[in-house]
């Protein structure tokens, strides 16, 4: 069985679990891929940073808690936080149901857009999730139709856009 993960092109990506997107006016919404929120599998709580405070890249920022595990969210990019999502606090599950909209984590004022360079587009981190997935079995119950986007090798589909949603 296989399964499909999206990561819009939109997106810039710090690893196959955080995304960036630019709001414009130096402004970037930060949060879970839909790999990442896979893995977790059912979250139950999140820990936000205070919104005002300056972050440098790769400073520790959030953790997510699930059943299984925990996921340290880490700066993609160094700014000041400008605002926190926080609903997830009450409603962590929205991390797992809507991950690029209402699961969305905080955003960030950026310092630098030399940070930006270091992210990957969407072509980039989808070769990092193949290389990712290879020793990995990650399945889902649900039986899909086989796609343009599905990978024989590794047995997952993926995507680049939010069409579905």
């Known amino acids: 069985m296989k399964r499909q993960f999206k990561f819009p092109d939109k997106c810039l990506y710090y690893s196959t679990y955080v995304w960036v997107e630019d709001l414009k006016r130096g402004i970037y919404r930060v949060g879970i891929t839909d790999?990442?929120?896979?893995?977790?599998?059912?979250?139950?709580?999140i820990t936000l940073p205070e919104t005002g405070i300056l972050v440098e890249k790769d400073e520790?920022?959030?953790?997510?808690?699930?059943?299984?595990?925990?996921?340290?969210?880490?700066?993609?990019?160094s700014g000041i936080i400008t605002e926190i999502n926080?609903?997830?606090?009450?409603?962590?599950?929205?991390?797992?149901?809507?991950?690029?909209?209402?699961?969305?984590i905080l955003e960030i004022e950026i310092e630098s857009e030399d940070d930006l360079d270091q992210l990957m587009d969407s072509n980039e981190v989808l070769d990092a999730f193949h290389e990712e997935i290879e020793d990995e079995d990650f399945e889902d119950d649900e039986e899909e139709e086989e796609s343009d986007n599905f990978d024989e090798e590794s047995g997952y589909e993926y995507s680049d856009n939010l069409s579905d949603f």
């Open 60 to 77: 520790e920022i959030a953790t997510i808690d699930s059943i299984e595990d925990t996921l340290v969210i880490n700066a993609p990019i």
């Open 86 to 104: 926080d609903i997830l606090i009450q409603s962590p599950e929205l991390l797992n149901e809507s991950p690029y909209r209402e699961g969305w």
């Open 35 to 45: 790999f990442g929120q896979y893995v977790l599998d059912d979250i139950i709580s």
